[in-house]
Nanobody, 127 residues
Framework: QVQLVESGGGLVQAGGSLRLSCAAS????????AAWFRQAPGKEREFVAG????????KYADSAKGRAIISRDNVKSTVYLQMISLKPEETAVYYC????????????????????WGQGTQVTVSS
């Protein structure tokens, strides 16, 4: 059973940046599409960024375009999310997700597209 463990969250000032990591156990992670979602208090979990198995394709939520970069290191079985110019409204628990089946060049942006989830890491952006 593959497990996903996020790290890198914490307190960030508005306008600051962060780098989240998602480490996966298991050697098959290189074959999984992956993504980052976030959930703010009282709101639905929303897609932030996704990356295909092959790393050749990525997709971003409109709110994250130009400020986020998702990447993966399949040797380390780790997916990263870098974000700059953070806003207080981006305070949320950030979740890593992985999809164990699918086309290697596909990027998925729906919650139901993913069957593996991490426990999340809290990101608080102070104003």
């Amino acid at each position: 059973q593959v497990q996903l463990v996020e790290s890198g969250g914490g307190l960030v000032q508005a306008g600051g940046s962060l780098r989240l990591s998602c480490a996966a156990s298991g050697r098959f992670f290189r074959g999984y599409a992956a993504a980052w979602f976030r959930q703010a208090p009282g709101k639905e979990r929303e897609f932030v960024a996704g990356i295909a198995t092959s790393s050749s394709n990525t997709k971003y939520a409109d709110s994250a375009k130009g400020r986020a970069i998702i990447s993966r290191d399949n040797v380390k079985s780790t997916v990263y999310l870098q974000m700059i110019s953070l806003k207080p409204e981006e305070t949320a628990v950030y979740y890593c997700a992985a999809r164990t089946t699918g086309y290697i060049y596909a990027v998925y942006d729906g919650r139901s597209d993913y069957d593996l989830w991490g426990q999340g890491t809290q990101v608080t952006v102070s104003s």
